[in-house]
């Protein structure tokens, strides 16, 4: 069976972009917890990533309203889960970083985080 993505029309994934007030300080958390380099800066946008590899991606809104959680009202729409080998240091050191845990957690097999922008994210352990 074919695909159809020859050379001409193929679609790579590129990069996931999270709308925020200030996609410099976002992109800060999210280099310094990832170890990824800025490869692409302007005022409104930032992106994160490694040469050939998909990316962050940060992109400045007017008037941006942060996902609520766990409130459906204002739904997290996507999320990050971030492997990690222990949740208790993960945390710590995402903390440390700016993130924060809010008061719900879903369950003890992982940890819903809160970016600096408001943007849930999970820490878990996967393997």
């Not at 800060?28 to 490694?50: C, N």
């Not at 309203?65 to 889960?81: F, L, T, V």
Request: net charge negative; charged share 25%.
């Amino acid at each position: 069976m074919s695909t159809g993505n020859t050379s001409e029309t193929a679609i790579r994934y590129a990069a996931v972009t999270f709308d925020c007030a200030d996609p410099a300080e976002l992109a800060r958390f999210y280099g310094d917890a990832l170890g990824l380099p800025v490869v692409y800066s302007t005022d409104d946008f930032v992106l994160l990533g490694q040469e050939g590899a998909a990316g962050l991606g940060f992109n400045r809104v007017a008037d941006h309203r942060p996902p609520s959680w766990p409130d459906e009202s204002g739904a997290k729409q996507a999320h990050i889960e971030l492997d990690v080998a222990d949740l208790d240091a993960a945390q710590a050191r995402l903390v440390e970083l700016g993130a924060v845990v809010p008061e719900f957690q879903p369950d003890e097999r992982w940890r819903v985080l809160l970016d600096p922008a408001g943007h849930p994210f999970c820490v878990t352990r996967l393997s």
